[in-house]
């Protein structure tokens, strides 16, 4: 991989760790070894991940999330 990931990425655009540009070339997440596709938000050096639960939303529309901790490897999906 010749570019490194930040540490820590959302997908939220209310977030200041959102990058549009980066989310937009596709990152992949290994969480203990196992892929997600609904993760919201990760942190590397914390260790941890917020995943969506269900379709389930609150009172202001944005989907409900969980942390989960363990290991985290984020990844580009396609090649620049």
């Avoid at 196992?34 to 260790?47: D, F, L, Q, W």
């Avoid at 944005?62 to 942390?67: C, D, G, H, L």
Wanted: aromatic share 6%; with cysteine.
């Amino acid at each position: 991989m010749t570019e490194t990931l930040p540490d820590r990425l959302a997908t939220d655009p209310r977030s200041p760790f959102h990058d549009a540009a980066l989310l937009s070339r596709g990152i992949g997440i290994r969480f203990n070894g196992a892929e997600k596709t609904n993760v919201e938000e990760y942190c590397v050096s914390e260790g941890w991940v917020r995943v969506a639960v269900g379709k389930t939303l609150d009172r202001k529309g944005n989907p409900m999330t969980i942390k989960l901790k363990g290991t985290v490897e984020p990844y580009l999906r396609e090649e620049a």
